[in-house]
Nanobody, 115 residues
């Protein structure tokens, strides 16, 4: 059974950094894209960043230049390096892995940025 397990969240002051990791257990065949999403209280889940199997990356405008998504295919892991964090980045962050059949989701990790 496939599971995605996020780690690396926590409490950080504004301007600080965190690195999120998402490890996959089980085998996901023919991955098309891996990504990070976030959901703040009372808000809809939103896309943060994605990386394709060909290593093409995409970011939401508000995180461009501050966040970097990467992947380690050998470890089946996707990372999100978050620098210059702002209070508005506070949310639960979810990783997602998509193949031709479905999208798998992790359970989420809380990121809190204090001002």
């Amino acid at each position: 059974q496939v599971q995605l397990v996020e780690s690396g969240g926590g409490l950080v002051q504004a301007g600080g950094s965190l690195r999120l990791s998402c490890a996959t257990s089980g085998t996901i065949f023919s991955i098309i894209v891996m990504g990070w999403y976030r959901q703040a209280p009372g808000m809809q889940r939103e896309l943060v960043a994605t990386i394709t199997s060909g290593d093409t990356t995409n970011y939401r405008n508000s995180v461009k230049g501050r966040f970097t998504i990467s992947r380690d295919n050998a470890k089946n892991t996707v990372y999100l390096l978050m620098n210059s964090l702002k209070p508005e980045d506070t949310a639960v962050y979810y990783c997602a892995v998509t193949n031709a059949l479905k999208t798998y989701w992790g359970q989420g990790t809380q990121v809190t940025v204090s001002s």
